[in-house]
């Protein structure tokens, strides 16, 4: 089955315990997204990876990392997660060489607290 | 640079009646535009999208909507409301190269 996964689905953490949030699909698609959801904000885009090695910020990418070493794993990683980092992260990944241009397919998310 | 403005955060509906959700965007360049679904506790999910070509695009669900060019506008409709439709719809505009902008989002309440 076509999917996105992330790990974890819930994670409840202090401030400046560094974790990372795993993004894994299974398509071949060459672009992968982080984005976090908040009320009344919608989704904003923290970071974009084109390709292997190829990563680029997005709207939102303070205390944020990224890397893309394989093509399908493209990690999310907070160094020093702070209390509004707290929200609902989704990853997506799209394939503009299927000619489905910038159509994302989502991740099921990760609910993130931050004490 | 491009905005999407989703007009209502919340809209409520009879079940039955016509689903219209406001979508109005900005963009430099000829856009992609989207309308996705949320469903409690999930992910989203396409309901459908403009690209090229015919300017009425039908989606999954009975949902439909129509670029307009000249009003910047994306609308979604559906002629008759059910209670499964009951969800967050966001609207979502892109110039190319991954750069993909969402509106606020709007919940879709159904009444009985």
């Known amino acids: 089955e076509a999917q996105v996964t992330q790990n974890p689905r819930y994670l409840i953490t202090v401030t400046g315990k560094k974790l990372t949030v795993t993004c894994s699909q299974n398509?071949?698609?060459?672009?992968m997204s982080w984005y976090r959801q908040d009320p009344g904000l919608g989704l904003r885009q923290i970071y974009y990876s084109m390709n292997v090695e190829v990563t680029d910020k997005g709207d939102v990418p303070e205390g944020y990392k990224v890397s893309r070493k394989e093509k399908r794993n493209f990690p999310l990683i907070l160094e020093s997660p702070s209390p509004n980092q707290t929200s609902l992260y989704f990853c997506?990944?799209?394939?503009?060489?299927?000619?489905?241009?910038?159509?994302?397919?989502f991740g099921p998310g990760t609910r993130l607290t931050v004490l | 640079a491009q905005s999407v403005t989703q007009l209502g955060s919340h809209v409520s509906v009879s079940e039955g009646a016509l689903v219209l959700l406001r979508c109005n965007y900005s963009?430099?360049?000829?856009?992609?535009l989207f309308w996705y679904v949320q469903y409690p506790n999930q992910g989203l999910q396409l309901l459908l999208k403009y690209t090229t070509g015919a300017t009425l695009v039908k989606g999954i669900n009975g949902f439909e909507a129509e670029f307009k060019k000249s009003e910047t506008s994306f609308h979604l409709t559906k002629p008759s409301a059910h209670m499964s439709d009951a969800a967050e719809y966001f609207c979502?505009?892109?110039?190319?190269?991954?750069?993909?902008?969402f509106g606020i989002g709007t919940k879709l309440q159904v009444i009985p």
């Open positions: 398509m071949n698609h060459e672009y």
């Open positions: 979502a505009v892109s110039e190319g190269y991954q750069k993909v902008t």
């Open positions: 963009s430099s360049v000829p856009p992609y």
């Open positions: 997506a990944s799209s394939s503009p060489a299927s000619g489905d241009t910038d159509t994302q397919y």
